[in-house]
T-cell receptor
Framework: AQSVTQPDIHITVSEGASLELRCNYS??????LFWYVQSPGQGLQLLLK??????LVQGIKGFEAEFKRSQSSFNLRKPSVHWSDAAEYFC???????????FGKGTHLIIQP | GAGVSQSPRYKVAKRGQDVALRCDPI?????LFWYQQALGQGPEFLTY????????KSGLPSDRFFAERPEGSVSTLKIQRTQQEDSAVYLC???????????????FGPGTRLTVL
C-alpha cells in the first residue's frame, strides 16, 4: 500500500531563512509526487509536481523539491521564506490519471519575524 | 466556472441527522474526487467519478456515506445518520481528462467543514 510520511509536524523558521520540509513515500511503482499548500480556510494549492526526468523540480512561489529514489524522499525547499509562507504543507503521492492521491499528515510552518 | 466550488462552506448537524454536501467542478472536467480531512490530518481519498460513473468508492468509511454525480457534472456527497467521528472538512477535486498513465492536476475546492454535535 502506498503511504507518505512527513516527520515534522511543526517547523518554525525565521523570516528570510532557508526552509526544508521532509517527505518520505512508499509506492510500488514509479510515483507521481506533489507538494500542496493549504492556508486557513482555503483549499489545497499545488506548489509543484514530479513525474519523471529531472529530479529537481521548480514550483510556484520560489519553491523547489528534489526527488531521490534511493531515499524514497521528495523534500521541499525554499532559499528564503516570507511571512506569507506560513501555512500547512502536504506531500502527496499518486499513480496518475484516475488515482486518488495519498497525502501525508502535513507540516505546519510558522514564520518568526 | 473559474474554479471548483463547494457548498455549504460550513455545516453543523446534530448527531443522527442526514447531510448533503455539494461540489461544482470546473466546467468540462471529466473526473471528480472526494476527500475527507480530519482535524490535524492530511486529506484521505473517499471516492472517484469519471463522468457519471463512480469507478472507485474504496475510501468511503461506511455504508452511511453515499456519493452521486447523476449528470456527470455536479456531485453530492451524502452522509446519513451523522456521527461525531464524521466531523471533518470534505474536499472535492476535479481533473480534466483521466487518460491512463498521464497525470492531470487535481484542482481542489475550498471544502465544506462539517461539525457533528
Amino acid at each position: 500500500a502506498q503511504s507518505v510520511t512527513q516527520p515534522d509536524i511543526h517547523i518554525t523558521v525565521s523570516e528570510g531563512a532557508s526552509l526544508e520540509l521532509r517527505c518520505n513515500y512508499s509506492y510500488g511503482a514509479t510515483p507521481y509526487l506533489f507538494w500542496y499548500v493549504q492556508s486557513p480556510g482555503q483549499g489545497l494549492q499545488l506548489l509543484l509536481k514530479y513525474f519523471s526526468g529531472d529530479t529537481l523540480v521548480q514550483g510556484i512561489k520560489g519553491f523547489e523539491a528534489e526527488f531521490k529514489r534511493s531515499q524514497s524522499s521528495f523534500n521541499l525547499r525554499k532559499p528564503s521564506v516570507h511571512w506569507s509562507d506560513a501555512a500547512e504543507y502536504f506531500c502527496a503521492v499518486g499513480g496518475g490519471g484516475a488515482d486518488g492521491l495519498t497525502f501525508g499528515k502535513g507540516t505546519h510552518l510558522i514564520i518568526q519575524p | 466556472g473559474a474554479g471548483v466550488s463547494q457548498s455549504p462552506r460550513y455545516k453543523v448537524a446534530k448527531r443522527g441527522q442526514d447531510v448533503a454536501l455539494r461540489c461544482d467542478p470546473i466546467s468540462g472536467h471529466v473526473s471528480l474526487f472526494w476527500y475527507q480531512q480530519a482535524l490535524g490530518q492530511g486529506p484521505e481519498f473517499l471516492t472517484y467519478f469519471q463522468n457519471e460513473a463512480q469507478l472507485d468508492k474504496s475510501g468511503l468509511p461506511s455504508d452511511r456515506f453515499f456519493a452521486e454525480r447523476p449528470e456527470g457534472s455536479v456531485s453530492t456527497l451524502k452522509i446519513q445518520r451523522t456521527q461525531q467521528e464524521d466531523s471533518a472538512v470534505y474536499l472535492c477535486a476535479s481533473t480534466l481528462n483521466p487518460s491512463s498513465g498521464i497525470y492531470n492536476e487535481q484542482f481542489f475546492g475550498p471544502g465544506t467543514r462539517l461539525t457533528v454535535l
